[in-house]
């Protein structure tokens, strides 16, 4: 065999693999959703008083978005956190790789008008230079990213807060909100939502 035909086998097998990991780890979700391990999709009747304090009256909740019960996840793995609102988290720990550690859930919003994407987030930073980018949480419509950067010198503490990207909806076009990992970090998601203004 000469070196092209090599690695081509190689760089096969290795999309294979990845390809098989994909695949068990959205079987394993499903299967505990299937078996009520993790929660459902909450219905806006049972949004968690903590999500409407930091929303406030002058908007309203018209999505809620638990990390453990999106199907969309890049690298991670659902943990009990006794932090998070529902007692479990998603967790993209330091051995796991960058990339989008939740993204989703690709929602129609009813009408246009002004809304914010929330993130209910913590995380820990293993970077030291407090200017370092650990976290991009981004909303994406219509072909719009908002965007917003956490770096190390903000929130690095392993306490959930909340961060929220006000955007502004024009079209019929599904709506996602991704967290992004760019750093070696622990971050956990708790759930992310979508406001709107009254």
């Known amino acids: 065999m000469s070196k092209t035909e090599i690695i081509l086998s190689i760089a096969t097998v290795l999309g294979g693999i990845s390809a098989l990991v994909y695949f068990i780890e959205k079987w394993r979700i499903r299967a505990q959703i299937k078996q009520e391990v993790l929660t459902q999709r909450k219905s806006l009747s049972e949004i968690p008083s903590l999500f409407k304090d930091a929303v406030g009256l002058e908007e309203e909740i018209v999505g ?9 996840h890049n690298a991670g793995k659902i943990v009990c956190d006794e ?7 998603w967790l993209s720990d330091f051995s796991n790789r960058g990339g989008h550690v939740v993204y989703g859930p690709y929602t129609l919003l009813k009408q246009a008008g002004m809304y914010k994407g929330w993130f209910r987030i913590r995380f820990c930073a293993d970077e030291k230079e407090p200017m370092a980018e650990v976290v991009r949480l981004e909303v994406i419509h219509g072909g719009m990213h908002d965007t917003l950067l956490l770096r190390v010198a903000e929130n690095n503490d392993g306490l959930y807060h909340f961060y929220a990207i006000p955007f502004s909806y024009k079209t019929a076009e599904r709506v996602e909100l991704r967290v992004e990992k760019l750093c070696k970090a622990q971050i956990w998601v708790d759930f992310t939502g979508i406001s709107v203004s009254r």
């Open 64 to 72: 809620l978005f638990f990390a453990v019960a999106h199907q969309w």
């Open 83 to 89: 932090k998070s609102s529902n007692g479990k988290a």
